[in-house]
C-alpha cells in the first residue's frame, strides 16, 4: 500500500505570503497520476492540480504544482484570503487504486 | 453544467443496510468512470470505491464484501448499498467523476449525504 504523507500538518501565514505544501509518498509511483484538491468548512473537494502540474479547469496560475517519483509539492505563490482552507493530495496506483494524504491546514497567522 | 446530488444518507442502526443514491446531470454515469469518497467526522478524505466504464468495480479493504456500487444507465444515477453498517462508517459520502483527462482525479464532487451509524 502507498502512503501519502503530507507536511506540515498546519502552516500558519498571512495573507500575500507564499504557500509550500508537501505531499511525500511511501513507494515511488508515476507522477502522471498525482493530484491535489482544497476543501473549504462545509463544502465538497475542489479539484486544484492533476498529473502533478497540470491546474484544473477554473484554478488560477497562483497555484501550482511540482514534483516526481516520491516527493510532490503544492504551492500557492501569494495567498488570497479565500485559499484559507484545507488540502489534500491523492495518488492513483496498484493497491489500493485511490489513496489521499492525510491533509494540511493552511491558517490565517 | 456537471451536477451530482447524493441522497439515502440518515441514522442506521450498526449491522444495519443503506443504499445511497448519485443523482447525475450533465454527464453520463455508464459513460465516465464514477465513485465514492467518504469523510468521517473532522477527519480526511478517504476513497471507497470506483466503477468504470467496464463492468469492473473497485473497493476500498476497509468495505469491501459490505459495499456494492452500481449504476442505473435509464436513471444516470449511481449507487452504494451498505450492508453490515458498522460505527466507523459514519461520514459524509461524497459521489465524485474521475475526469476523462484528469489522470484518475476526481474533476466532480457531490455536496455529500451525511451516514451516522449509531444505536
Known amino acids: 500500500e502507498n502512503v501519502l504523507t503530507q507536511s506540515p500538518g498546519t502552516l500558519s501565514l498571512s495573507p500575500g505570503e507564499r504557500a509550500t505544501l508537501s505531499c511525500r509518498a511511501s513507494q515511488s509511483f508515476s507522477n502522471s497520476y498525482l493530484a491535489w484538491y482544497q476543501q473549504k468548512p462545509g463544502q465538497a473537494p475542489r479539484l486544484l492540480i492533476y498529473g502533478a502540474s497540470s491546474r484544473a479547469t477554473g484554478i488560477p496560475d497562483r497555484f501550482s504544482g511540482s514534483g516526481s517519483g516520491t516527493d510532490f509539492t503544492l504551492t500557492i505563490s501569494r495567498l488570497e484570503p479565500e485559499d484559507f482552507a484545507v488540502y489534500y493530495c491523492q495518488q492513483y496506483g496498484n493497491s489500493p487504486p485511490w489513496t489521499f494524504g492525510q491533509g494540511t491546514k493552511v491558517e490565517l497567522k | ?119
Request: glycine share 10%.
Open chain 2, 1 to 119: 453544467e456537471v451536477q451530482l446530488v447524493e441522497t439515502g444518507g440518515g441514522l442506521i442502526q450498526p449491522g444495519g443496510s443503506l443504499r445511497l443514491s448519485c443523482a447525475a446531470s450533465g454527464v453520463a454515469v455508464n459513460n465516465n468512470y464514477m465513485g465514492w469518497v467518504r469523510q468521517a467526522p473532522g477527519k480526511g478524505l478517504e476513497w471507497v470505491s470506483v466503477m468504470p466504464t467496464s463492468a469492473y468495480t473497485y473497493y476500498a479493504d476497509s468495505v469491501k464484501g459490505r459495499f456494492t456500487i452500481s449504476r442505473d444507465e435509464s436513471k444516470n444515477t449511481l449507487y452504494l448499498q451498505m450492508n453490515s453498517l458498522r460505527a466507523d462508517d459514519t461520514a459524509v459520502y461524497y459521489c465524485a467523476r474521475i475526469g476523462p483527462r484528469t489522470k484518475y482525479a476526481f474533476d466532480y464532487w457531490g455536496r455529500g449525504t451525511l451516514v451516522t451509524v449509531s444505536s
